[in-house]
C-alpha cells in the first residue's frame, strides 16, 4: 500500500507564496515520477507539473516561469514552489506519484488527498 501525505497549502495574498511538499510512503521498487494536478470548483482536474526520476519536468503553460517543481529522491518527496500566486491558482492541490511495482517496470498511478490552496486578499 502507498500513501502520500501533501502540507503546506493555505490561505495567501495575491503575488504572494507557498510552498507544497508530499511525501510518498509505503512498499514500492521505486517512484518513476511525482507531481501536482490541481482542481478549482466547476473545473476538471488539471496537469500542474510533473517531474521524472531523472529529473525531467513538466509544466502547465499557466504555472510556467512562477511554479518550481523539485524532488528528493532519498526523501522519497516532491515540492511545489508557488510565486507570484494570483486568484487563478485557487484549487485544491493534489499530489500524484506514478510508482513502479516490480522489477517488470509495472507501474501504477497514486493520489494524495488534497490540499486547499486558496489566493485572496
Known amino acids: 500500500q502507498v500513501q502520500l501525505v501533501e502540507s503546506g497549502g493555505g490561505l495567501v495574498q495575491p503575488g504572494g507564496s507557498l510552498r507544497l511538499s508530499c511525501v510518498a510512503s509505503?512498499?514500492?521498487?521505486?517512484?518513476?515520477?511525482m507531481g501536482w494536478y490541481r482542481q478549482a470548483p466547476g473545473k476538471q482536474r488539471e496537469l500542474v507539473t510533473l517531474?521524472?526520476?531523472?529529473?525531467?519536468?513538466e509544466y502547465a503553460d499557466s504555472v510556467k516561469g512562477r511554479f518550481t517543481i523539485s524532488r528528493d529522491n532519498a526523501k522519497n518527496t516532491v515540492y511545489l514552489q508557488m510565486n507570484s500566486l494570483n486568484a487563478e491558482d485557487t484549487a485544491v492541490y493534489y499530489c500524484?506519484?506514478?510508482?513502479?511495482?516490480?522489477?517488470?517496470?509495472?507501474?501504477?498511478?497514486?493520489w494524495g488527498q488534497g490540499t486547499q490552496v486558496t489566493v485572496s486578499s
Open positions: 509505503g512498499s514500492f521498487f521505486s517512484i518513476y515520477a
Open positions: 517531474i521524472t526520476n531523472g529529473g525531467s519536468t
Open positions: 500524484y506519484a506514478n510508482i513502479v511495482q516490480n522489477l517488470s517496470g509495472y507501474r501504477l498511478g497514486y
